[in-house]
């Protein structure tokens, strides 16, 4: 039966023990020739396993190049995943601006088609549109060269009346038409000559600048 | 990378060799470790490391293969009681002394998990912190392994020496073929 000391060899060996433990292991050293064997094989085989350590530093041949051929191809297919997510990326947002940007354009012009739209009532230009009581819903809009003013909203009111002054606002990127007044706000107010009516026609848009202009009478 | 791969490939392969025992897998696991090093080497910030993080990586995947194969309940069974594998260590033409090949053959004779600290502990000198983490172990664990795996190794020489009893694992600690059934 060994002594419980015995056990601790290789805690002693290893470095594990503290300093008062290990005093005493040397002790039990001196006095146990089973331990003074173990430590001498151990010594042995720790030399043999440091020599067979060094002994050991080359790879198998040709193992190296497939080493490196395995992971430049993995770094090759890396770099190809990353162009080709890039790729996507870019693609995916120059399409998102195609397609808003033809959606815009779409919008545009169909706002553009409908203000220019034939069915349109013109008389000659420069010329203020029909005629009618107040009652009448009609709204009339000054033309300038056949054509409804797109850009500019002049409001005129021909009676005998003195010169009166309006505001003209101008909101260059507000499209309104008698056939779409939607994005305007278009008011009546009746004049003097019951036969004339004067119309406000406001973008609903914020106007940029405001012009005052003489009204004819 | 570059200088990664030439200072520590032949240690890499040799840990690989002892994990995976044959040179077919340990020669995949060390061209993953690699791979897998060079996709993560940022997280690498200090190159003392270097050493650990890539065996620690070898050890991670080597797991990995053994849960895809379902083996890896049989080898945490096997973490103190497994048949001798012979790991083929290499040799490159030099004439490998018979103390020497006694040596490798009384490690071989060791259950798996215990080859797997005693080389980390007695060819790359890792602490038992650092063996701890690279097997995902506790640092007490390998401390017990590692004093068992000594003294198993000295009596495995010792009968070695005395040509009385070939280097195979105690009959008490080696798995049975087939479990028979209990009555």
Redesign the interface.
Known sequence: MKPPECEQLDDYLLGWLSPAEAIAFEHHLLECSDCRGEQALQRSIDRLLAEDCSAIDALPAGLVSRIEDHVCAARRRRRTRLISFASAVAASALALIVIWGSVVSRWDRAAFEAASAPGQTEPSANAVAGAGSDSDSSTRLELRDGKPVLDDFVVTATTGASAKTAAKQLTPSTQVTLADPSAGIVLDCKTRDPDITMVWIYPAAKSTVTERVPIHQ | ?KEL?ATY??RV??FALRLAGS?HEA?DL??DT??QA??HQSRLRDATAARAWLFTITANLWRSRLRRKGREKEVIRDVEQMGTRSVP??E?G?IVRE??RR??E?INGLPKRQQEILHLH???SFSLAEIAKILGISAEAV?AS??LA??R??QQ??DLDDGSRPATPSPATQLPATRQPTT
Request: charged fraction near 30%; avoid cysteine; aromatic fraction near 12%.
């Open positions: 990378m791969f490939a032949p392969y040799l040179r020669e060390v061209q690699f791979v060079l996709r260590l290499p490159h030099l103390d020497m040596v490798r009384a007695a060819y790359e401390k590692l004093s000594r003294k190794m000295r020489l010792r």
